[in-house]
T-cell receptor, first 112, second 115 residues
Framework: AQSVSQHNHHVILSEAASLELGCNYSYGGTVNLFWYVQYPGQHLQLLLKYFSGDPLVKGIKGFEAEFIKSKFSFNLRKPSVQWSDTAEYFCAVNTGGFKTIFGAGTRLFVKA | DAEITQSPRHKITETGRQVTLACHQTWNHNNMFWYRQDLGHGLRLIHYSYGVHDTNKGEVSDGYSVSRSNTEDLPLTLESAASSQTSVYFC??????????????FGPGTRLTVL
């Protein structure tokens, strides 16, 4: 069965530290990849998405993600986190049709 | 601004009762989705609809039903609530223009507790 794995359930960083959140999926065909973020008390919103082309995707608020097809990975990165990045981050994969599979989420806490 | 609203935001009910969670979107999107969010499981798809009078089962549809009588609304009904249905429920929508790969827009969620 198709699945999405997020390796870290909880991450604690200090401001200005670099961030990398892991995401791996299990599907051998064409995929469309997403990272969503849920800030405290807010709706889930799209951070960035990959459909095709350049595997390095840039999103809002300085986030980027790299699609590595050979590793079935789509890791999220940010060079220097801020306190306002405290949120829960979800990786999601669409393999066709209307079904998008979400990972379990990673809760990031950034210490000021 | 277009948005998705959900009501109620919090609900406590008893086992065996019928519960309906409302979802209303003003994006004029054709695709609408219901998910539940549980610790360690992320978001799991309950039901989805890609147009009026269309509904489809997701991966965790047992005990839930939906109906789509207009573009704006997709109410989710728990026929006979069970404690296992205690969860946070999210409604989402997406535009048909880009097909199913498009960004989904989410509502604020409904926290349901079944005692």
């Amino acid at each position: 069965a198709q699945s999405v794995s997020q390796h870290n359930h909880h991450v604690i960083l200090s401001e200005a530290a670099s961030l990398e959140l892991g995401c791996n999926y299990s599907y051998g065909g064409t995929v469309n990849l997403f990272w969503y973020v849920q800030y405290p008390g807010q709706h889930l919103q799209l951070l960035l998405k990959y459909f095709s082309g350049d595997p390095l995707v840039k999103g809002i608020k300085g986030f980027e993600a790299e699609f590595i097809k050979s590793k079935f990975s789509f890791n999220l990165r940010k060079p220097s986190v801020q306190w306002s990045d405290t949120a829960e981050y979800f990786c999601a994969v669409n393999t066709g049709g209307f079904k998008t599979i979400f990972g379990a989420g990673t809760r990031l806490f950034v210490k000021a | 601004d277009a948005e998705i609203t959900q009501s109620p935001r919090h609900k406590i009910t008893e086992t065996g009762r019928q519960v309906t969670l409302a979802c209303h979107q003003t994006w004029n999107h054709n695709n609408m989705f219901w998910y539940r969010q549980d610790l360690g499981h992320g978001l799991r798809l309950i039901h989805y609809s890609y147009g009026v009078h269309d509904t489809n089962k997701g991966e965790v549809s047992d005990g839930y039903s939906v109906s789509r009588s207009n573009t704006e609304d997709l109410p989710l009904t728990l026929e006979s609530a069970a404690s296992s249905q205690t969860s946070v429920y999210f409604c989402a929508s997406s535009d048909i223009a880009g097909g199913p790969y498009n960004e989904q827009f989410f509502g604020p969620g409904t926290r349901l507790t079944v005692l």
